[in-house]
T-cell receptor
Framework: AQSVTQLGSHVSVSEGALVLLRCNYS??????LFWYVQYPNQGLQLLLK??????LVKGINGFEAEFKKSETSFHLTKPSAHMSDAAEYFC????????????FGRGTQLTVWP | KAGVTQTPRYLIKTRGQQVTLSCSPI?????VSWYQQTPGQGLQFLFE???????NKGNFPGRFSGRQFSNSRSEMNVSTLELGDSALYLC???????????????FGPGTRLLVL
């Protein structure tokens, strides 16, 4: 069975500080990996996607994620947090064997303090 | 290009009723997936349709059903509503031109269903 673990359901940072959101996955085959962001009362917006072309993936709004196969991790980072980054972030995996289905982590709520 | 649209955005129903939610995918997208989002269970996969055929189904009771039309628009239906069906229902579309896995899913704003 596929699973995605997001360590820390809540992360708080000061504006300008580094953002690090952790994601570990289990998959028997090399997966496709995604990070989505959800703002209040909205759907999910794609931040970035890993497709094996490069281990460091750059996304929108200054976010990037690094795929580490040995650690089965896909952590999301941003060098300097902005107030507008406050939202819930979801890591998701598509194992490659299940069409049309994403397996999501439980989400991490990011709070940014001024 | 217009994004994924879902109607209605908000819905209030009572126990025992049924409800139909609609999803219009991005133009040219042939795959539509549905998810239920609740605070307790997170994001859970309901089912996925491609070219009017259900290809994949999550672990939900038969009260949850769906269909896809020839223009790729999709509906999901929940019969005999229960209080626990209160949730945000999200649909997502992807191109899936080659029937490949790993295609990016683009999400709509969701329909928030409240069952009283």
């Amino acid at each position: 069975a596929q699973s995605v673990t997001q360590l820390g359901s809540h992360v708080s940072v000061s504006e300008g500080a580094l953002v690090l959101l952790r994601c570990n996955y289990s998959s028997s085959v090399p997966p496709y990996l995604f990070w989505y962001v959800q703002y209040p009362n909205q759907g999910l917006q794609l931040l970035l996607k890993y497709t094996s072309a490069a281990t460091l993936v750059k996304g929108i709004n200054g976010f990037e994620a690094e795929f580490k196969k040995s650690e089965t991790s896909f952590h999301l980072t941003k060098p300097s947090a902005h107030m507008s980054d406050a939202a819930e972030y979801f890591c998701a995996v598509s194992p490659g064997s299940t069409l049309g289905r994403l397996y999501f982590g439980r989400g991490t709520q990011l709070t940014v303090w001024p | 290009k217009a994004g994924v649209t879902q109607t209605p955005r908000y819905l209030i129903k009572t126990r025992g009723q049924q409800v139909t939610l609609s999803c219009s995918p991005i133009s040219g997208h042939r795959s539509v997936s549905w998810y239920q989002q609740t605070p307790g269970q997170g994001l859970q996969f309901l089912f996925e349709y491609f070219s009017e055929t259900q290809r994949n189904k999550g672990n939900f009771p038969g009260r949850f059903s769906g269909r896809q039309f020839s223009n790729s628009r999709s509906e999901m239906n929940v019969s005999t509503l229960e209080l626990g069906d209160s949730a945000l229902y999200l649909c997502a579309s992807s191109r899936n031109l080659q029937g490949e896995s790993g295609e990016t899913q683009y999400f709509g704003p969701g329909t928030r269903l409240l069952v009283l």
